[in-house]
């Protein structure tokens, strides 16, 4: 054991040495050894620090800057701007390869729309995709940024890039010659500055390296990461239409940062469960990939890595290359705060899921025994195996490129009877996802169905009305994309040594038809049917239900210094409608909620999902400046007693019922509070519910719905203390019924809790109202279905 560490010792030293030089070579041109590469400027040279020094940030005009310099500088790179971001900065690109292979990008592209759709080989596909490969390239997109308090990638990029553009060592001249790389240097730019802004303004504090108190994304925070199929932002929008869709990459390296307490450095393969409708093809792929990266860097010294551990491959809203014939490699390294250096002693490092920090097993090791964790560290990381990846990338170009036509291969073979063919059905907002994310489908005469089914579209064909139905086929390239948007989800029940529930990385369903209100029916023979020619509308996604008449309504939500998806989310939601319905809407926060007079400027208060404990305490004192500290406090909740009294609705979200509940003393229990996991567990689950539609919050919704549930409450209304006019009445808007099935998408445990209980309910007190949400309406920006719920909760004074 004891030469065994000796071994490791030397390896570092001398993987050290080696970046000691790279990272010189980066920091100051002269040390480079080639006259061509003298004039490829250094990181350093632009942005004023060598990316990884401790407490240097970089903003995102100083990161473009760099690419604008290193574009022209080298002759090795193409830099773009793709668009603009949800703030309007400039969204870019970096395509790196050798000068003779950037001269034929175009033909690149063919090849790879080829290979990725071998229907348009024709006949001999076999012969001719065989002459692709051999002149074709591994296509690798590396994407960083897209959570910004991670901070090394974005800095990592500017080094990729460097090397790339300038080196002249053959290992590097071997990946220019095989690959085409595309580098993303944050997948949200506004993010880069929100966090670096945040750091310099209290540097040098005690709240130096904290995050920011407010979203790093403008709408969805950490959720950027979970869009990757509903295609809600503009920054997805852009990858996916401008990259992914346009050069099919066979490998995409993600580039993220995990806390810094547990191992220092994650790689695939993925833990189980794998999402079934991933290619086996992909499963292979990274799991060869992910061991061999995770084995070089380990002979090169690198300590504390795991691999299938922690993250799982089971939704498509992380991994939208896994369903389009590309492998993802997800690396996590161990962050520091921010730029700031940590010290981290070997008995605080955590486990988790699969493995022990503090033991050398099967799928963790060496162990890394603590100590000073900085930056660089994590640059290091990060630049190593994405140079790592990228040799694996360019020494297998053959063996990449024959796994991505083989995946297209299996995807567009016909289906057999017995087999699933297809689905019918999919309105006009399935088909504006799908067809993002490159899913063909059809229009059929509905005739050919017999009468089986109603007619679920009407379409205007040059004047004409034309009934018909929507085929998705799945002998197509991303049918399986399709495929696991559609059907139900079935999560596995995985259980500990202890018979407790293993929890997801994420949530366990994202079912389309379910979240969006859209009917599907899967077909499982091929059939014939005849095909109407009809033009692809332009009819974008109806998100909203109706139009709130009668002027403005003042409304507002309530914004948390501890930032909320949720909130992020109902903002994005309500904004997509202020100018429909000429909404007057604000963010209002602590301060506002306490200096009381509510009801002067506003109608209703919306509190998205958070825990109460949040809601009412906010951050703690020593954590944050003092202006970002505390929550509601005692003299907002008297705020909102006054408010609801006097007229005003309060509108509580998922958890944020709880808060409600406790504060303003309502009629109402949450029946599974405090329960353990192993009686009662939805991570993320779509369930059935029934609506009173006669009560006005339903209006126009239909009789069985579902609800998003995700750490939600479950409501019994109890018997309300007497207290003459001020008196609590509780109405049950939706429920859970006493006979049915409640799990439609997802995984659930415990159900039989939910019968008979509610699942909405509204309270009135006073002259005013409170409605509790056991759900999230507005999931995602998914939940089409629900939508009308909340819409209907903000216009309610309007009936």
């Known amino acids: 054991m004891r030469l065994r560490t000796i071994l490791f010792a030397l390896c570092l030293v001398a993987t050290v040495v080696s970046d000691t030089l790279f990272q010189a070579r980066a920091q100051n041109p002269q040390y480079t050894t080639t ?30 800057d760099y690419f604008e310099k290193l574009d022209r500088a080298s002759d090795r790179m193409r830099f773009e701007t793709l668009g603009n971001s949800t703030m309007d900065r400039p969204f870019v690109l970096a395509t790196i390869s050798s000068p003779e292979n950037l001269a034929r990008l ?21 012969q001719k995709a065989a002459q692709l490969i051999a002149r074709g390239k591994t296509i690798v997109l590396i994407t960083c940024g897209i959570h910004s308090t991670e901070v090394g990638s974005t800095l990592s990029s500017t080094l990729i890039a460097h090397r790339l553009a300038s080196s002249n060592e053959p290992e590097i001249q071997n990946i220019l010659r095989n690959t085409i790389v595309l580098l993303v240097p944050s997948l949200n730019p506004d993010g880069v500055d929100i966090v670096k802004n945040w750091y310099h303004k209290t540097l040098g504090t005690p709240y130096e390296g904290t995050e920011p108190p407010e979203l790093y ?29 346009v050069w099919h990459p066979q490998i995409v390296h993600d580039i993220h ?14 833990m189980p469960p794998v999402e079934p409708n991933v290619p086996k093809q992909i499963i292979e792929g990274y799991t060869e990939l992910g061991n061999w990266i995770a084995g070089e860097l380990r002979a090169k010294g690198f300590q504390g890595i795991t691999t299938n551990t922690t993250y799982d491959a089971w939704t498509p809203a992380r991994a939208y290359s896994h369903y389009h014939a590309g492998v993802r490699i997800l690396s996590e390294t161990a962050s520091a705060r921010l730029a700031t250096p940590i010290t981290v002693k070997l008995e605080e490092l955590r486990s988790r899921e699969g493995y022990n920090a503090q033991k050398e097993s099967e799928n963790f090791g060496p162990v890394w025994r603590g100590g000073i964790w900085r930056l660089r560290d994590i640059t290091n990381y990060m630049t190593t195996a994405a140079f790592t990846l990228l040799r694996h990338a360019g020494e297998k170009r053959k063996q990449w ?9 299996e995807a567009v073979r016909p289906r057999k009877k017995g087999e699933l063919f297809g689905f019918i059905g999919a309105g006009v907002c399935l088909r504006e996802t799908l067809r993002k994310g490159g899913v063909e489908f059809e229009y059929l005469d509905r005739r050919i169905l017999n009468g089986k089914r109603k007619v679920s579209n009407r379409v205007v064909n040059n004047g004409k009305v034309l009934f018909s139905e929507t085929l998705i086929r799945l002998d197509q390239p991303y049918g399986n994309f399709a495929k696991a948007l559609l059907e139900a989800q079935h999560y596995p029940n995985l259980r500990d040594s202890a018979g407790s529930p293993i929890a997801p990385y994420d949530v366990t369903a994202h079912t389309l038809p379910l979240l969006y209100g859209e009917d599907v029916t899967p077909v499982y023979a091929p059939f014939k049917y005849k095909r109407l020619t009809i033009a692809d509308e332009d009819i974008p996604c109806p998100r909203l239900s109706g139009i709130m008449r009668g002027g403005p309504l003042p409304y507002a939500i309530y914004k948390s210094h501890v930032p909320s998806m949720d909130e992020g989310w109902t903002r994005w939601w309500f904004e997509s409608i202020k100018k429909k319905n000429h909404l007057a809407f604000s963010s209002i926060d602590d301060n506002v909620l306490r200096k009381g007079n509510l009801i002067s400027r506003y109608r209703n208060i919306v509190f998205p999902d958070q825990t109460p404990r949040v809601i009412m305490n906010g951050h703690r004192e020593e954590s944050m400046p003092p202006e970002y500290t505390g929550g509601v406090g005692r003299e907002g909740v008297t705020e909102l007693k006054r408010f609801v009294g006097e007229g005003g609705t309060l509108i509580f979200l998922n958890r944020a019922s709880d808060f409600a509940i406790e504060q303003l003393k309502l009629p109402v229990r949450n029946v599974v509070a405090g329960l353990p996991r192993n009686e009662f567990y939805v991570p993320g689950s779509i369930l059935r519910i029934e609506l009173d539609t006669t009560h006005p919050l339903a209006k126009g919704m239909p009789e069985a719905s579902i609800a998003w549930v995700e750490d939600s409450p479950i409501f019994e209304v109890v018997e309300a203390k007497d207290s003459g006019a001020q008196t609590p009445a509780v109405k049950i808007v939706a429920s859970y019924a006493d006979d049915r099935d409640f799990l439609l ?39 089409l279905a629900t939508y009308p719920l909340l819409f209907n909760a903000i216009a309610g004074h309007l009936k």
């Open 35 to 64: 006259a061509a590469a003298v004039t490829v400027p250094a990181p350093a040279d632009v942005l004023g620090f060598a990316p990884g020094d401790d407490r240097k940030l970089a903003s995102w005009s100083q990161i473009v």
């Open 106 to 126: 175009e033909e690149y592209k063919r090849i790879q729309e080829q290979l990725a759709d071998p229907r348009k080989l024709g006949a001999r596909a076999d």
């Open 217 to 245: 994304h403008k709408y969805v925070g950490h959720d950027n990461n979970r869009d990757w199929y509903a295609f809600t932002q503009v920054e997805t929008q852009i990858t996916v239409e401008k990259i992914h869709n």
């Open 257 to 270: 940062q995990q806390n810094a307490f547990g191992s220092r450095l994650f790689l695939p393969p993925y």
């Open 401 to 409: 490129l024959a796994r991505f036509y083989e995946i297209g291969k």
């Open 745 to 783: 998408s997802g995984w659930l445990l415990g159900g039989e809790r939910l019968r008979g209980k509610a699942a909405l309910v509204e309270v009135t007190m006073g002259k005013g109202r409170i409605i509790l949400f056991g759900f999230r309406p507005q999931y995602r920006g998914q939940s």
